[in-house]
Structure formats: structure tokens, C-alpha cells
């Protein structure tokens, strides 16, 4: 307990020793604030606990998700050896779910990676350059701003085929502009700033101040707005997978998976609603987690 | 030998109608080692002098020379290692994501300083902050220990002139007379050349030799420090500003 | 005679790192007269102020034996009944006006409604009182002022409307936190003229919250000087140069002066015992 309380006092100092102490006490600090916010935890152990279910899918799942049984078709929730039911084709829901969450971690993490390192390039540079580089790159930026999402699936889908990787390309394609846009209107705002004019007297050229100065007080609106649309990053997927332009069967994507039982909606509800209920669970535990990390990071923190 | 000549600067924003002088034919010259004031309301110009000398201003016409040597409109990096800035606001001048050290080592970086961890210790200490101070981050700063640290940027490239943008206006009464026995302090010991904006007369008065009188982008008054304190301004303004403030 | 009596105030934030005591155990009386409290940030001033008029919010925690306005106890009343209070009995007049007016409403809208909050005027009585006020801060385009926006006006002039605002429903007492120090040295001298004839004509208590002690000593009649959420000292404003207190005489010599010239300002070396002393009291 007397080693607790020394890591703690390590953590919580005032006085750091070196670079490391600084960036670790630092990090402590926005944790505990994090974790005083019992949704934003809540939010936090879904997430984790959907992490953990991918990862040991072929663990924890009872049946193989492709499995066929005709004869035991739309069992009830509750039924021996299928918990969740089965679909349409026999198939156990749980199964299907389990692995289905691979598919869900597999689209989130992408679009989580190209859409908003793509939009902060584009918008600080376009933010710092002004002059005619931002008017291009901004135009490019409205362009992109235009298309409606399932358009563009489309439009990927008869030139490239159907696919999860296209519906991906597809949402990555229709995401990255808004962050483009707030990166931008924060490049502007920070571009004034005195601290930025005084390393530009130190000499200091614009890649260095775009990446060093200007990304670091960006990075945390963008993680907030991230995760915010994450739900609706899950629910567009889950979108073109109901329309077939997503993930394909036999694939247990969560949206393609109300798509098949939308048919058996009134008397076999579960086949559809369970898929529909993960997507919900997850999207939930995104919202939280994003609230919760606006309040940690928010630049109110550096108030006087 | 003159440190700092500004002849006939003008200094304007915006284009056309839009167009806003916020300078206008300013003379003025600064010895080497000694400290001038400029004094005036707000929108009178002389934060914008400043900021025309240090290059942060894109529209001015006239001429500027810094040790004799003429100044262009870009500025090489040789003319940031003799004329450096301390800004006004102590809570907006730091980067709200760097350690003082960072903030340190990456300007004598930037000027290709080699023992960088050596002269970080050194700066902090020659402004009066300890070892504690140098992984702190600025909100973790006092308003006076903030504008300690933005002084050790500026003098992090060994200038011989510093600008100093109303330095104190945002710190207490006390914290005030600290800050300026430290830039007393640096200027003996380092024979450093004095630029100081403020719109307080006292401070000025404490600090400069001599000073300028600024009205709506004017000067119209250049006078010595004795001059202010006897109270014998000779422009109608001076006389003015010199009344208000007592 | 006494328009307000604070005593034992105290304001306390909760944080991770403890209780942080803001303001501790003020007490001052306020009659018909200019009072200043004055002191460096963190010295509580500010808080004192709010705390008076119930504007201070949880987490942070205000107590006192008694707020009392003219007898009626403000720290027994609802937040309803303090609604009642503020604006009508005690007013507030902030720093800058940039902040304190609202951007999106026209100054006529702004200064109508403060007046029709306290008032059951009309819309056309509570206009000609509204110019009739903004005349008596020395405006003299008031028609021209009441269609203007905030942004339009400089400082100045935002601050003189501001404390029409502030004065239209006629309170008892004026609070002013720190009311010129976003103006420019010309332009304070007015404003502290405009409020000083106001409070004078209409019989009112000032309570002029200030870091500017050359200032006060001008301006007020009485002086408290906080430190570290106490009060320290309480002298007449004539008499401020003749301080007592060890922190007071400090903030006095760290001043650099015209008339005397040093090579090196005197610095304030704190000492401890000043916080840890009890708080002097300032009611007559």
C-alpha cells in the first residue's frame, strides 16, 4: 500500500523530473478526471469488452456462424443450445454476433484511421497555407462534402463490386471532409495565436508549426468528434449492409444480419431486433466515451 | 552606434476602402544599450511598430535598420537571433501543449544551439526560475512565472535587442516589480537594447530613457524620461495623457 | 446608515486536491458611501462581490452568519426572491462591457429590458426612461446608441451603458468589479466621474472592487485590502499612504512612481502570517 500511495504522489506532482515524468503525470491526471465520469467508464467497458469478444471469437462462440440447419430454423430466444435463437437458415444468432463483432471492429477502426488523419492533413494545411491552397483544397473538401453516402457506395459498388472493404472506402471517402473542416477553423484560430507567432520569430518553418504546434491542440477535438460518429459510422455499415452493398452473405455483419430477418419481424422478432440491439449497445458505448473524453480533453483544462 | 533606426515606417491593413493606417511616418532611433518607450492609448500603433520590426507585419513602407544593417521584407534568421520579442498576454504566449523545456530547447534548437540541455538550465536560472520549473506545463505557471519563461525564450538566441510588448500590463502589482527588476537585472548584465510598449507612463518612466508619444498611429512627442517626470510635455496629447495618468 | 452588513463570509471550492478557501471570514458594513476592496488576483475580491449578490454556483460553497440588506438577510432568501434582489436592490457592473452585453441584441433591446424585469412598464415608457438614462450617462446620441449593437460602441462607451443598464431599476447599491480596467487611462476618468455623480445623486452605496490602489485612493472614501481571501487591512482612502500593514505598504513601494525614481522596484516578500491571521473587520 506504501508502494500505492508513492506512484500516486509519483503521478500527481507538481514538479516533474524529467520529459517522461511530465507526459505520464500529465496522462494520470486526464485518466482520473476520465474516470470520476461513470458513463464515460461505462461507455469505456463496452468497448473493451467488444475488443475482447473479437479477439477470442473463435473462443467464445458455441457454433460455427455458418453453420446451416434447416430443421432448426427461427428457434426462439431461450431455446437449448441457442441462447439468442436461430435465423432463417438455422444459424445461431449468438455465434453470428460474436464474429460479427470482428466485421464491426474491422470498418470502425479503419474509417477511424483514414477519415480524420486525412481531414486534419487537409484542413491544417489548408488552414495555415490561406491564400489559394486553401481555396483549392477547401473546394476539394465541398466536393467530397456533396456526395450522399449511399450514393457513393453505390457508385463504388457497380465499378468495383460488392464488398465490405468498398463500403468501407466508401464511408472513409463521405467522412473525412468534416474533419477537414474542423481542423481548419482551428488552424485559423491557433494561427493568430502569440505562441505561434513567437516560434516563427525563432525562425521555425511551416511544417514544423503545422505538425508540432498546430496538430497537438487539434488531435483532441478531432478524438472527441471521432468517437461521437462512430455510431454513425456503425449504423451507415449496418445501412449498406441492409442494402446488400456491404458485407455479403453469408458474412455475419450486424447490418446484413437485419436485413435477413426483416422478413420474420412480426413473429420471429428476435432474428432481426438481437443484431439490431448490438449495433445500439455499441454506438451507446461510443457516445459516452466520446462525452466523456471532451470533457478530459477539452482546452478549457488550460484556463487560467 | 545606433542599435535600432525606424524612418518614415507606415505600417497599414486591408486594401482600398477597407484599408486601416495604424502607422504613420514614425521616426524614431534607439542607442545601442538604451531603452525607449513608446507610450499611447490602445489603437494608437505602437504594439503594431513592434510587431512591423519583427517582421509580423505584412503591409509597411520605409526603412528599418538594426545595427546599421538594413532590414527586408523577409527576414533572414540571422536578424532573429539579434532582435527578439517578450508579447503582452503571459496566458496566451505559450504553447498550451509544451513543457517549458520544450518551449526552451526547441528555440535554441531551432537557432542550432548544440548544448541545449546545458543552456536551458542556464536560462531558467538567469530568470530567476528553478530546476522544478522546467518540465511544468503553462497551466501549471503562475502569470508572472509564465512571462519569466517567455523572457527565456526570448533571450534563448542571445539577442541584443529585445522588444517588449506591454510585458507587465497582465500581472499584479507585485508580481509587476519583479518582472521589471529581472529585465533591469538582464539588460546590465547582458547590455541589452530596450524597446518597451505600455500605455502606463510610471512603468516607462521607471524603465526608459527616453520615450515616444503615440496618437492614432502618430508620434507626436519624443522626449527624455526627465522631461516626463517634470511634467514639461510640449505637445497638447502628451500633456493630456501625462495629467490622466497621475 | 448602514445599507449592507456582511459578516463572517466565507466562499470554499472543492476540489480534487482539497477544500480551497476563496474567500475567508470577510465582514464589512456598507453605508452611503464609496467603499473599495482591493487586492491582487487570488486575493478573493471578486468572489466577495458575487458572493454578495448569491452568483457563485456549486461546487462552490458560500456561508456567513448574515448578508443583511437594509435588515432582510440575503443568505435566507430562495433564488427566486434573490432575482427580486438583483438588478432592483443591488446591481453589478463588470469588467468588460465586450463581455458583458449581449451581441446579438440591439443596446435599446438590452437596456428595455433590464428595466421591464424590475417594472411593470410599458414598451414605450420603458423606452423614454431608457434614453433619459443613457442621457444621464453623457451619452448624447441616445437614439442613435438605442438602435446600435454592441460591437458598434468603443470601451467607453460600453461601459457607460452597461452602468445604465445596471442603474435604470434604481438599486440601493452598486457593485463594480474592476469597471475601468479595460479602458484606456483617458476614458477612465470619465466613467469613474459618471458613476461617482450617480451614486452621489441618488444616495447609494458603491462598492468598487479594484486591483489599482492609486486608483481607490482617489476615488473611494474607504479602503479594505484583501489578501489571500482575508482582509487585512481597513484605512480612509486619505490616508492610504499612511498604511500600517506590512503587505499594504509592500503593494504601495512596489509601484513604480514618476515623481520617485529608484534604480530597483521594492519587491513584496510574503509572509505567511498574513494569510494565517484572522481577517480585520470592516464594519463601522
Given at each position: 500500500?506504501?508502494?500505492?500511495?508513492?506512484?500516486?504522489?509519483?503521478?500527481?506532482?507538481?514538479?516533474?523530473?524529467?520529459?517522461?515524468?511530465?507526459?505520464?503525470?500529465?496522462?494520470?491526471?486526464?485518466?482520473?478526471?476520465?474516470?470520476?465520469?461513470?458513463?464515460?467508464?461505462?461507455?469505456?467497458?463496452?468497448?473493451?469488452?467488444?475488443?475482447?469478444?473479437?479477439?477470442?471469437?473463435?473462443?467464445?462462440?458455441?457454433?460455427?456462424?455458418?453453420?446451416?440447419?434447416?430443421?432448426?430454423?427461427?428457434?426462439?430466444?431461450?431455446?437449448?443450445?441457442?441462447?439468442?435463437?436461430?435465423?432463417?437458415?438455422?444459424?445461431?444468432?449468438?455465434?453470428?454476433?460474436?464474429?460479427?463483432?470482428?466485421?464491426?471492429?474491422?470498418?470502425?477502426?479503419?474509417?477511424?484511421?483514414?477519415?480524420?488523419?486525412?481531414?486534419?492533413?487537409?484542413?491544417?494545411?489548408?488552414?495555415?497555407?490561406?491564400?489559394?491552397?486553401?481555396?483549392?483544397?477547401?473546394?476539394?473538401?465541398?466536393?467530397?462534402?456533396?456526395?450522399?453516402?449511399?450514393?457513393?457506395?453505390?457508385?463504388?459498388?457497380?465499378?468495383?463490386?460488392?464488398?465490405?472493404?468498398?463500403?468501407?472506402?466508401?464511408?472513409?471517402?463521405?467522412?473525412?471532409?468534416?474533419?477537414?473542416?474542423?481542423?481548419?477553423?482551428?488552424?485559423?484560430?491557433?494561427?493568430?495565436?502569440?505562441?505561434?507567432?513567437?516560434?516563427?520569430?525563432?525562425?521555425?518553418?511551416a511544417f514544423r508549426i503545422i505538425t508540432k504546434h498546430i496538430w497537438p491542440l487539434c488531435i483532441s477535438s478531432l478524438i472527441v468528434r471521432v468517437t461521437l460518429d462512430m455510431a454513425g459510422i456503425i449504423l451507415a455499415a449496418a445501412g449498406l449492409g441492409f442494402l446488400g452493398l456491404g458485407a455479403q452473405p453469408p458474412s455475419p455483419e450486424w447490418g446484413a444480419m437485419i436485413s435477413e430477418g426483416r422478413r420474420f419481424i412480426l413473429d420471429h422478432w428476435w432474428v432481426a431486433t438481437m443484431p439490431g440491439?448490438?449495433?445500439?449497445?455499441?454506438?451507446?458505448?461510443?457516445?459516452?466515451?466520446?462525452?466523456?473524453?471532451?470533457?478530459?480533453?477539452?482546452?478549457?483544462?488550460?484556463?487560467? | 552606434?545606433?542599435?535600432?533606426?525606424?524612418?518614415?515606417?507606415?505600417?497599414?491593413?486591408?486594401?482600398?476602402?477597407?484599408?486601416?493606417?495604424?502607422?504613420?511616418?514614425?521616426?524614431?532611433?534607439?542607442?545601442?544599450?538604451?531603452?525607449?518607450?513608446?507610450?499611447?492609448?490602445?489603437?494608437?500603433?505602437?504594439?503594431?511598430?513592434?510587431?512591423?520590426?519583427?517582421?509580423?507585419?505584412?503591409?509597411?513602407?520605409?526603412?528599418?535598420?538594426?545595427?546599421?544593417?538594413?532590414?527586408?521584407?523577409?527576414?533572414?534568421?540571422?536578424?532573429?537571433?539579434?532582435?527578439?520579442?517578450?508579447?503582452?498576454?503571459?496566458?496566451?504566449?505559450?504553447?498550451?501543449?509544451?513543457?517549458?523545456?520544450?518551449?526552451?530547447?526547441?528555440?535554441?534548437?531551432?537557432?542550432?544551439?548544440?548544448?541545449?540541455?546545458?543552456?536551458?538550465?542556464?536560462?531558467?536560472?538567469?530568470?530567476?526560475?528553478?530546476?522544478?520549473?522546467?518540465?511544468?506545463?503553462?497551466?501549471?505557471?503562475?502569470?508572472?512565472?509564465?512571462?519569466?519563461?517567455?523572457?527565456?525564450?526570448?533571450?534563448?538566441?542571445?539577442?541584443?535587442?529585445?522588444?517588449?510588448?506591454?510585458?507587465?500590463?497582465?500581472?499584479?502589482?507585485?508580481?509587476?516589480?519583479?518582472?521589471?527588476?529581472?529585465?533591469?537585472?538582464?539588460?546590465?548584465?547582458?547590455?541589452?537594447?530596450?524597446?518597451?510598449?505600455?500605455?502606463?507612463?510610471?512603468?516607462?518612466?521607471?524603465?526608459?530613457?527616453?520615450?515616444?508619444?503615440?496618437?492614432?498611429?502618430?508620434?507626436?512627442?519624443?522626449?527624455?524620461?526627465?522631461?516626463?517626470?517634470?511634467?514639461?510635455?510640449?505637445?497638447?496629447?502628451?500633456?493630456?495623457?501625462?495629467?490622466?495618468?497621475? | 446608515?448602514?445599507?449592507?452588513?456582511?459578516?463572517?463570509?466565507?466562499?470554499?471550492?472543492?476540489?480534487?486536491?482539497?477544500?480551497?478557501?476563496?474567500?475567508?471570514?470577510?465582514?464589512?458594513?456598507?453605508?452611503?458611501?464609496?467603499?473599495?476592496?482591493?487586492?491582487?488576483?487570488?486575493?478573493?475580491?471578486?468572489?466577495?462581490?458575487?458572493?454578495?449578490?448569491?452568483?457563485?454556483?456549486?461546487?462552490?460553497?458560500?456561508?456567513?452568519?448574515?448578508?443583511?440588506?437594509?435588515?432582510?438577510?440575503?443568505?435566507?432568501?430562495?433564488?427566486?426572491?434573490?432575482?427580486?434582489?438583483?438588478?432592483?436592490?443591488?446591481?453589478?457592473?463588470?469588467?468588460?462591457?465586450?463581455?458583458?452585453?449581449?451581441?446579438?441584441?440591439?443596446?435599446?433591446?438590452?437596456?428595455?429590458?433590464?428595466?421591464?424585469?424590475?417594472?411593470?412598464?410599458?414598451?414605450?415608457?420603458?423606452?423614454?426612461?431608457?434614453?433619459?438614462?443613457?442621457?444621464?450617462?453623457?451619452?448624447?446620441?441616445?437614439?442613435?446608441?438605442?438602435?446600435?449593437?454592441?460591437?458598434?460602441?468603443?470601451?467607453?462607451?460600453?461601459?457607460?451603458?452597461?452602468?445604465?443598464?445596471?442603474?435604470?431599476?434604481?438599486p440601493e447599491i452598486l457593485i463594480a468589479d474592476e469597471p475601468t480596467s479595460a479602458l484606456d487611462v483617458s476614458v477612465q476618468r470619465q466613467v469613474l466621474s459618471i458613476i461617482d455623480t450617480l451614486v452621489t445623486d441618488r444616495g447609494m452605496g458603491l462598492i468598487f472592487i479594484s486591483h489599482d490602489l492609486n486608483l481607490v485612493a482617489d476615488f473611494c472614501d474607504r479602503v479594505l485590502i484583501m489578501y489571500s481571501g482575508r482582509i487585512v487591512e481597513v484605512c480612509d482612502a486619505k490616508n492610504l499612504q499612511?498604511?500600517?500593514?506590512?503587505?499594504?505598504?509592500?503593494?504601495?513601494?512596489?509601484?513604480?512612481?514618476?515623481?520617485?525614481?529608484?534604480?530597483?522596484?521594492?519587491?513584496?516578500?510574503?509572509?505567511?502570517?498574513?494569510?494565517?491571521?484572522?481577517?480585520?473587520?470592516?464594519?463601522?
Amino acid at each position: 500500500m506504501v508502494e500505492d500511495r508513492t506512484w500516486r504522489a509519483w503521478l500527481l506532482t507538481d514538479t516533474p523530473s524529467s520529459r517522461r515524468h511530465a507526459k505520464l503525470a500529465a496522462a494520470y491526471k486526464g485518466w482520473l478526471s476520465f474516470r470520476a465520469n461513470s458513463m464515460a467508464m461505462v461507455g469505456l467497458w463496452i468497448l473493451i469488452f467488444l475488443v475482447l469478444i473479437a479477439f477470442a471469437a473463435p473462443l467464445l462462440a458455441p457454433h460455427d456462424p455458418f453453420a446451416q440447419n434447416l430443421a432448426n430454423r427461427l428457434q426462439p430466444l431461450g431455446s437449448i443450445n441457442h441462447i439468442l435463437g436461430t435465423d432463417s437458415l438455422g444459424r445461431d444468432i449468438l455465434s453470428r454476433l460474436i464474429f460479427g463483432s470482428q466485421i464491426t471492429l474491422y470498418i470502425v477502426g479503419l474509417v477511424a484511421l483514414i477519415a480524420p488523419i486525412t481531414g486534419l492533413l487537409v484542413g491544417t494545411i489548408a488552414g495555415y497555407a490561406g491564400g489559394w491552397a486553401d481555396q483549392i483544397l477547401m473546394r476539394i473538401t465541398d466536393i467530397f462534402l456533396a456526395f450522399p453516402r449511399l450514393v457513393l457506395a453505390l457508385a463504388f459498388v457497380a465499378a468495383l463490386g460488392a464488398g465490405i472493404e468498398n463500403a468501407v472506402l466508401a464511408i472513409s471517402l463521405t467522412a473525412w471532409p468534416p474533419y477537414a473542416r474542423i481542423a481548419r477553423a482551428e488552424t485559423l484560430t491557433i494561427r493568430s495565436s502569440d505562441y505561434i507567432s513567437a516560434i516563427r520569430l525563432q525562425g521555425a518553418g511551416a511544417f514544423r508549426i503545422i505538425t508540432k504546434h498546430i496538430w497537438p491542440l487539434c488531435i483532441s477535438s478531432l478524438i472527441v468528434r471521432v468517437t461521437l460518429d462512430m455510431a454513425g459510422i456503425i449504423l451507415a455499415a449496418a445501412g449498406l449492409g441492409f442494402l446488400g452493398l456491404g458485407a455479403q452473405p453469408p458474412s455475419p455483419e450486424w447490418g446484413a444480419m437485419i436485413s435477413e430477418g426483416r422478413r420474420f419481424i412480426l413473429d420471429h422478432w428476435w432474428v432481426a431486433t438481437m443484431p439490431g440491439m448490438a449495433i445500439f449497445t455499441v454506438s451507446l458505448a461510443f457516445n459516452l466515451l466520446g462525452d466523456g473524453l471532451r470533457d478530459v480533453l477539452d482546452p478549457k483544462d488550460n484556463e487560467k | 552606434m545606433n542599435m535600432l533606426d525606424v524612418k518614415d515606417l507606415s505600417v497599414w491593413f486591408g486594401t482600398g476602402n477597407d484599408r486601416v493606417d495604424a502607422v504613420r511616418d514614425s521616426n524614431f532611433i534607439v542607442k545601442r544599450g538604451a531603452s525607449f518607450g513608446l507610450v499611447g492609448e490602445s489603437g494608437s500603433g505602437k504594439s503594431t511598430i513592434l510587431r512591423a520590426i519583427m517582421g509580423l507585419a505584412i503591409d509597411w513602407s520605409g526603412a528599418i535598420s538594426v545595427a546599421g544593417k538594413p532590414v527586408t521584407k523577409t527576414r533572414p534568421k540571422s536578424f532573429y537571433k539579434s532582435v527578439q520579442m517578450v508579447f503582452q498576454d503571459p496566458y496566451a504566449s505559450l504553447h498550451p501543449r509544451h513543457s517549458v523545456d520544450q518551449v526552451l530547447g526547441e528555440t535554441l534548437y531551432l537557432h542550432g544551439f548544440k548544448d541545449i540541455d546545458a543552456r536551458v538550465v542556464k536560462l531558467l536560472d538567469d530568470v530567476g526560475l528553478g530546476g522544478n520549473f522546467r518540465f511544468r506545463y503553462p497551466h501549471q505557471l503562475s502569470g508572472g512565472q509564465r512571462q519569466r519563461v517567455a523572457i527565456a525564450r526570448a533571450l534563448a538566441p542571445e539577442p541584443e535587442i529585445l522588444l517588449l510588448d506591454e510585458p507587465t500590463s497582465a500581472l499584479d502589482v507585485s508580481v509587476q516589480a519583479e518582472i521589471l527588476n529581472l529585465l533591469t537585472d538582464l539588460r546590465n548584465k547582458r547590455g541589452l537594447t530596450f524597446v518597451m510598449v505600455s500605455h502606463d507612463l510610471s512603468v516607462v518612466g521607471h524603465m526608459c530613457e527616453h520615450l515616444a508619444v503615440m496618437k492614432n498611429g502618430e508620434i507626436v512627442e519624443i522626449m527624455d524620461v526627465a522631461t516626463l517626470r517634470e511634467m514639461r510635455a510640449s505637445h497638447p496629447y502628451s500633456k493630456e495623457l501625462l495629467a490622466a495618468s497621475i | 446608515m448602514t445599507l449592507l452588513d456582511v459578516q463572517n463570509l466565507w466562499v470554499k471550492f472543492p476540489s480534487r486536491q482539497g477544500v480551497f478557501d476563496a474567500v475567508r471570514g470577510v465582514s464589512f458594513t456598507l453605508g452611503r458611501e464609496r467603499l473599495a476592496i482591493v487586492g491582487e488576483s487570488g486575493s478573493g475580491k471578486s468572489m466577495t462581490g458575487r458572493a454578495i449578490l448569491r452568483l457563485i454556483r456549486p461546487p462552490g460553497i458560500v456561508t456567513a452568519n448574515e448578508i443583511s440588506l437594509q435588515g432582510a438577510d440575503l443568505m435566507q432568501k430562495s433564488e427566486r426572491q434573490m432575482r427580486d434582489v438583483r438588478g432592483q436592490r443591488i446591481s453589478m457592473v463588470m469588467q468588460d462591457p465586450k463581455f458583458s452585453l449581449n451581441p446579438v441584441m440591439t443596446i435599446g433591446q438590452q437596456i428595455i429590458e433590464a428595466y421591464r424585469l424590475h417594472s411593470k412598464a410599458s414598451k414605450s415608457e420603458a423606452y423614454t426612461k431608457a434614453l433619459e438614462m443613457l442621457q444621464a450617462v453623457s451619452i448624447h446620441n441616445a437614439e442613435r446608441v438605442m438602435r446600435a449593437y454592441p460591437h458598434e460602441m468603443s470601451g467607453g462607451m460600453g461601459q457607460r451603458i452597461m452602468i445604465a443598464m445596471m442603474l435604470i431599476p434604481n438599486p440601493e447599491i452598486l457593485i463594480a468589479d474592476e469597471p475601468t480596467s479595460a479602458l484606456d487611462v483617458s476614458v477612465q476618468r470619465q466613467v469613474l466621474s459618471i458613476i461617482d455623480t450617480l451614486v452621489t445623486d441618488r444616495g447609494m452605496g458603491l462598492i468598487f472592487i479594484s486591483h489599482d490602489l492609486n486608483l481607490v485612493a482617489d476615488f473611494c472614501d474607504r479602503v479594505l485590502i484583501m489578501y489571500s481571501g482575508r482582509i487585512v487591512e481597513v484605512c480612509d482612502a486619505k490616508n492610504l499612504q499612511n498604511a500600517q500593514h506590512p503587505y499594504t505598504r509592500g503593494l504601495l513601494n512596489s509601484l513604480p512612481r514618476l515623481d520617485a525614481p529608484r534604480k530597483k522596484l521594492e519587491v513584496l516578500s510574503r509572509d505567511p502570517s498574513w494569510s494565517n491571521a484572522p481577517s480585520v473587520s470592516g464594519r463601522i
